[in-house]
């Protein structure tokens, strides 16, 4: 396996677990990077403790991550279906460690697009994009998506690449989803799941001062 060579120039996002880069040699894709040992920031809730005494539970969030696009993509063969998640194209050796392929979702300029979260900091989400957000909202429920971290900076709104042109814009959610629970309640039965994505939900109205309407299943203003 060719290794590929990634530049602090070219880092787009640093999370708690990984670090997000643009593809040195393909715009359409970004390359996630678990990040070592050392680099974690030392937290005393429950997820930081079991990083310590469970370093096995990193890995296991990325499977959990793979398995649920598996089980989707594999429900849905058909070439027009329209994945709610970031499409993810396997893994790259990378002279920062074992990277994550997956699609990068762009902006009008070709960049990065802006997450959700920075939308709202900035006073730039537009009623457009609050129907696209409650579009891909929408798709989680009726495709049986298991997400389990729906926050403000995992979704992201842009443009993916499709063949040699760029789609419509869209909201994305290009990270947080797959059942990492410790117990995985929302693998156990599709109603656990639509309770378990309500729940997130009036989370991620409360952490954008978004409306959700329950019986509807959508987000406002107001």
């Known amino acids: 396996m060719a290794q590929l060579t990634l530049s602090p120039a070219n880092l787009v996002a640093s999370g708690v677990q990984r670090a997000v880069y643009l593809h040195p040699n393909d715009r359409t894709k970004l390359i996630k990077v678990l990040k070592p040992d050392e680099e974690l920031a030392h937290r005393n809730n429950f997820n930081g403790v079991m990083d310590r005494l469970m370093p096995s539970t990193r890995i296991r969030q990325i499977r959990k991550e793979y398995t649920e696009y598996l089980r989707i993509m594999l429900k849905h063969p058909e070439p ?129 001062k978004l409306i959700w309407n329950p019986k509807t299943r959508r987000f406002s203003r107001s």
């Not at 920075?118 to 730039?124: A, E, L």
């Not at 929408?138 to 992201?156: K, Q």
């Not at 947080?176 to 410790?182: L, P, S, V």
């Open 80 to 208: 027009d279906f329209r994945a709610p998640m970031s499409h993810m194209f396997g893994f790259v050796s990378t002279n920062v460690g074992l990277g994550c392929l997956t699609e990068n979702v762009m902006g009008p300029d070709g960049s990065v697009g802006e997450t959700l979260g920075q939308k709202i900091r900035r006073g730039t989400l537009t009623d457009s994009q609050i129907n696209l957000l409650n579009d891909t909202i929408d798709a989680l429920f009726e495709h049986g998506v298991r997400a389990s971290d729906l926050n403000p900076n995992n979704f992201v709104f842009g443009r993916r690449a499709y063949g040699n042109e760029l789609g419509p814009e869209e909201c994305v959610l290009v990270d947080g989803f797959g059942d990492i629970h410790a117990i995985p309640v929302r693998s156990m039965g599709r109603w656990l799941n639509r309770m378990g994505l309500a729940d997130s939900c009036k989370r991620l109205a409360r952490n954008t």
